[in-house]
């Protein structure tokens, strides 16, 4: 596609219930993160791929937390037993992997437009 | 230890004048790469600016530039002749590493610019 696809935009569940969010990244883009954002604060780190495997997943905050990509394409991220403390803006974001040197090596992240969890 | 500091939480520009939004950061890794966000209300993060360590002269993208100050570890992004579609939330950010390589990027707390008519 154009750009990061996620769903749902919107998310409201209650607490204990299981909850998956999905992202689809930009055609041809190898690696694919996953950030979560509370109010006022930075994107923190979850999980990245690359490709199919989680090249760094030392952001899951606990075993609640899983994330797969088994095609190496859509991903999702699968939170158990939700709790209050769990409601954030999630962001996905994507890049084309490139052993370029300079600019085009930078690997610059494009982000979706979030999923928002709201747990009751 | 926080990798990445934004000191100012809130900024005010007049419309049309520069701005300077600060950067600090915290890596004993020689080669990283620094970025520029732009999150206006709607959410979405928005790429701006991009440098690598290695870069032997400061990055420009039109309007914004990076003055990278590699001694002082500082990455502050300025902002020339600001419009009032610039007030949003901004945010540094660093991935340790050849940036070839790929690999996260830690963001700081964000400073929100507002651009005053």
């Known amino acids: 596609g154009a750009g990061v696809s996620q769903t749902p935009s919107n998310k409201v569940t209650e607490k204990g219930k299981y909850v998956e969010l999905r992202c689809d990244p930009i055609?041809?883009?190898?690696?694919l993160y996953w950030y979560r954002q509370s109010l006022g604060q930075g994107p923190e780190f979850l999980i990245y791929f690359q490709g199919t495997g989680a090249a760094d997943d030392s952001g899951l905050p606990n075993d609640r937390f899983f994330a797969v990509r088994p095609e190496g394409s859509v991903s999702t991220l699968k939170i158990q037993r939700t709790e209050r403390g769990d409601s954030a803006v999630y962001l996905c974001a994507s890049s084309v992997q490139t052993l370029d040197r300079g600019k085009a090596g930078a690997n610059v992240l494009t982000f979706g437009a979030g999923s928002r969890l709201t747990v009751l | 230890a926080q990798k990445i500091t934004q000191t100012q939480p809130g900024m005010f520009v007049q419309e049309k004048e520069a701005v300077t939004l600060d950067c600090t950061y915290d890596?004993?890794?020689?080669?990283?790469?620094l970025f520029w966000y732009k999150q206006p209300s709607s959410g979405e993060m928005i790429f701006l600016i991009y440098?690598?360590?290695?870069?032997?002269q400061n990055a420009t993208e039109g309007r914004y530039s990076l003055n990278f100050q590699k001694a002082r570890k500082s990455a502050n992004l300025v902002i020339s002749a600001s419009q009032l579609g610039d007030s949003a939330m901004y945010f540094c950010?660093?991935?340790?590493?050849?940036?070839?390589?790929?690999?996260?990027?830690?963001f700081g707390q964000g400073t929100e610019l507002s651009v005053k008519p």
């Open positions: 890596t004993s890794d020689p080669s990283y790469g």
């Open positions: 440098q690598g360590s290695y870069d032997q």
């Open positions: 950010a660093m991935r340790e590493g050849a940036n070839n390589q790929g690999g996260k990027l830690i």
């Open positions: 055609s041809g883009h190898t690696a």
